[in-house]
């Protein structure tokens, strides 16, 4: 018991160190907003198309659904870290292929029975990361014909703390209740010279909200599983401190530094989900979810680009030879999905989507029934028109996923 | 397991800390790419020219002996004197020594105003008071006079020619002077108070009826001097000796100044009297004047430059061009290379000799602007003075002026064209960042 708080305690250091630890992008779409979004799951499901919001996870931390950890095992301890690598190739009309490399923490979770057929999850992952850095962006200097160059940059992102309760209310039926805090720190830096004279302004926006959300599983025959998420709509908070320098000859001094100074809140929508798994037998597992945020209804702006109604579909398909088999390769679980996100950004009438397919392999480790999870994802973001660019996106997640026996008495110690 | 889990924690603490040392830059075409701080150029602003006359300049001991008259198209007579007083630290001359001839040798120092190719005059005068201020600060004035005596030692016509020729000969072999090398030599004159209480010095006029140039000597004593020639007499041969004496001074008085006087043919000028009196531009044709010696400044203002917050927001000032037009004048060599800058307040009286901007010191700089048949302007970066002038509560009633370096010893004159004709007129152009 001890242990395990002091686990618990170890937890929350190493959150508060993803917390601090560098972004998942270097995609120039993540000015808009508050960053791209990662939809990243936890442990397996990252696998199975990012789906689970009907998949019954005894074993595994499903963030999809808080209704999933209804039944939770009642002795275990689970803690599931995760590593995301994700190599990018940008591209559009007038520059083609440049390549951008990012790694980091992408998640840290645990869960644990709470009271018998209850369990709990607490989860910190990504909800968007903002990573960009542009230069040699040209404007004319009004009511001449000289040029001013500006370069931008901003880095940062949204966090979300996910504290989840499930709770089996029959054979049949589980319920259950989530609450994210996000927060999170967005920097933007820009600078505008003509010649070596300009200005360089450095904005920290902070961001901090709560938000809500329910969900259920049921079992609608003894093979298929349907499952229903609601996230309710909330607006996060957010503060504004910026620096202005003035550069002259190349060299910058401050002008100016205001602190505090409150700024428009940021809205995330509405959302409604829904997903289906089957299991044939043994063996399989499909799933499938689908998932609609309601932008529109936020009502938001951004300088670029309009927020626009969201929708991600996907799908996966599992298979393990043999759950109980003595022999290793037998037990390895085999995953493979597809997931599509239409994107909540519209520029120019062109919709920033995203589609992806994945393979997963997941190598069972210790006798307790942990796992060491490998993905691969091929992505493809945006669209090469005129002036918006295309991103290929190859991600990689490394996820260990470890069990311990929770309140389990020693007679040895 | 337990074991196993904080490995790993601690583990990844610290690569987490440690991958990625950040976002590589983009030179991707981002043409969607919004930039939040714009640059604006701004030339629109309000201008107030005016003119006004120091009551005085100090003119001591300026290196220069200015002699001349003329009558400026644009702005009337001018009239410059020089007073000095000759001295030396030798007074000894040999009892044999006879005298041969004076003369007085005046070096060019290359400064020249007007048409040289006419005859200029000069009377020499010798003054016949006290070489002494008389004021408080020990100083000589362009509005001060010393007695001297009416009828002059002599007098020199002569064309200028201040690049071809070394100096000015003036002949002065005349009974003041061979007296006085008289009273030298037989030590009735023994050290500088006796040589000034015969001899305070000269005045060097230019006639009233002169309208030539104006022409600058030089008081240095290696270039300008009083020359006695003498030689010993010997049984095999005149061998000729020089004696000196030069503008180097002996007490703590100036040993030299300068004298200006003018009449200014623009009648609103002329009628100034005091130095917190100005006429404005748009009082005298759109114009400015700035001449030294006589002491006419330009001052300027800018009334309506705090609107530039209202109208375009918050921003940062990146550069603030003053650039000043002249009209009428010959050729470029009659217009200084640069023109200082000062602060006045409201009386204009100065109360900042100079400006800075980023640091350094700053006037406004002559740049001819090739393409446009030779216009030539005035071009000063005030942005630092701009901010403050923005900035400044509560305001302050000062304003900036504008003069020729050279105005305690020249007579050059500039005029400001504060019309907006063509584009390179008098105005402030400021590259505004806003965000």
């Known amino acids: 018991m001890f242990k395990n708080i002091i686990a618990l305690v170890c937890f929350m250091c190493v959150s508060g160190a993803l917390a601090q630890s560098n972004t998942t992008t270097s995609s120039p779409y993540s000015l808009f907003g508050l960053g791209t979004q990662s939809n990243t799951k936890i442990g397996k499901f990252n696998g199975l198309g990012k789906t689970g919001i009907a998949v019954k996870s005894p074993g595994f931390i499903n963030i999809a659904n808080p209704s999933s950890l209804g039944g939770f095992n009642s002795n275990l301890f689970l803690f599931d870290i995760g590593i995301l690598t994700e190599i990018s190739t940008f591209s559009d009309d007038n520059v083609s292929d440049e390549s951008k490399v990012n ?57 979300d703390l996910r504290f989840d309760f499930g709770y089996q209310v029959n054979d049949k039926l589980s319920l259950g209740l989530k609450i994210s805090y996000l927060w999170g720190e967005i920097e933007e830096e820009e600078t ?89 037998n043994e063996k399989l597992l499909v799933t499938l979810d689908y998932k609609h945020y309601s932008w ?102 490394i996820n260990l996923s470890l069990f311990d026996i929770w309140f389990k008495k020693r007679k040895y110690d | 397991m337990r074991n196993i889990f904080f490995i790993i924690s601690t583990f990844l603490l610290v690569v987490s800390c440690s991958t990625n040392d950040g976002v590589d830059t983009f030179e991707v075409g981002s043409g969607f790419i919004p930039v939040n701080a714009r640059i604006i150029q701004l030339d629109t602003f309000e201008i107030k020219l005016s003119t006004f006359k120091l009551d005085s300049i100090n003119t001591s001991s300026t290196g220069r002996a200015l002699v001349g008259k003329y009558t400026d198209p644009e702005i009337g007579e001018v009239a410059a004197a020089t007073y000095f007083q000759l001295s030396t630290t030798s007074f000894n001359i040999s009892e044999d020594a006879v005298l041969d001839s004076v003369a007085l040798i005046l070096g060019y120092d290359n400064y020249y105003y007007s048409d040289t190719l006419r005859v200029n005059n000069i009377d020499f005068h010798l003054i ?190 990146l550069s603030a061009i003053l650039q000043i037009k002249p009209i009428n004048f010959n050729d470029t060599e009659h217009l200084p290379e640069e023109l200082s800058i000062s602060v006045v307040d409201l009386n204009n009286d100065i109360v900042e000799t100079s400006i800075a901007n980023k640091g350094s010191l700053v006037a406004a700089q002559r740049v001819t602007i090739e393409e446009e048949f030779n216009e030539i302007v005035y071009q000063v970066d005030i942005a630092d003075y701009i901010t403050a002038k923005i900035e400044e509560a509560p305001i302050l009633n000062q304003s900036l002026v504008l003069f020729d370096p050279a105005i305690s010893n020249s007579v050059n004159r500039v005029i400001v064209d504060g019309s907006s004709t063509t584009e390179y007129e008098t105005k402030l152009i400021i590259n505004y960042a806003v965000y």
């Open chain 2, 128 to 317: 016949n008071e006290e070489f002494d201020p008389d004021s408080d600060d020990d100083a000589f004035y362009n509005i001060h006079k010393l007695s001297y005596e009416e009828t002059p030692i002599t007098t020199r016509n002569y064309i200028p020619e201040p690049f071809t020729k070394d100096s000015l000969h003036v002949s002065m072999t005349t009974p003041l002077f061979t007296e006085l090398f008289s009273a030298i030599q037989n030590e009735e004159i023994e050290d500088q108070i006796d040589l000034q209480d015969r001899f305070p010095g000269l005045s060097l006029q230019p006639k009233a009826t002169d309208n030539g140039s104006v022409i600058g000597f030089s008081t240095d004593p290696a270039e300008t001097f009083l020359r006695f020639f003498y030689y010993i007499p010997n049984e095999l041969e005149q061998e000729q000796f020089t004696y000196d004496l030069a503008i180097t001074g002996f007490d703590q008085d100036p040993a030299s100044f300068i004298n200006i006087e003018a009449n200014n043919s623009i009648a609103d000028l002329e009628a100034l009297e005091s130095q917190e009196e100005l006429v404005l531009s748009t009082n005298i044709d759109d114009r400015s004047f700035i001449q030294s010696g006589v002491g006419y400044l330009s001052k300027i203002e800018f009334p309506s430059i705090r609107e530039i917050v209202e109208i375009q927001g918050d921003g940062v000032v």
């Open chain 1, 192 to 280: 505008i010279v003509v010649g070596n004279n300009g200005i360089i302004l450095e904005d920290v926006n902070l961001y901090s909200g709560f938000q809500l959300g329910l969900g259920f599983q049921f079992q609608a025959s003894k093979k298929i599983l349907v499952g229903a998420v609601v996230d309710f709509d909330t607006s996060l908070k957010g503060t504004n401190n910026q620096f202005v320098s003035q550069i002259y000859e190349g060299i910058p001094s401050t002008i100016s530094f205001t602190e505090e100074t409150s700024i428009s809140n940021f809205d995330y929508p509405l959302a409604l989900g829904f997903g289906l798994s089957y299991l044939p």
């Open chain 1, 296 to 397: 529109d209804l936020t009502d938001q702006e951004d300088s670029i680009g309009v927020f626009v109604d969201q929708t991600t579909i996907g799908t996966g398909v599992e298979y393990v030879p043999k759950t109980n088999s003595l022999k290793y390769f037998e037990r390895v679980n085999y995953r493979a999905g597809v997931y599509y996100d239409s994107g909540y950004l519209e520029i120019d009438n062109s919709k920033i989507d995203n589609i992806s397919g994945v393979l997963g392999i997941g190598l069972p480790i210790g006798k307790k029934g942990g796992m060491l999870n490998f993905s691969y994802t091929r992505g493809l973001r945006g669209a090469s028109d005129e002036v918006l660019v295309e991103e290929n996106i190859n991600q990689f997640n």
């Open chain 1, 103 to 159: 790694a980091t923490l992408s998640n840290l979770a645990i869960a644990f029975p709470l009271i018998k057929k209850a369990g709990m999850g607490i989860s910190i992952t990504r909800a968007s990361s903002v990573g960009y850095s542009l230069s040699g962006i040209e404007s004319v200097i009004e009511n001449t014909t000289q040029l001013a160059i500006s370069d931008v940059s901003g880095f940062g992102g949204i966090n």
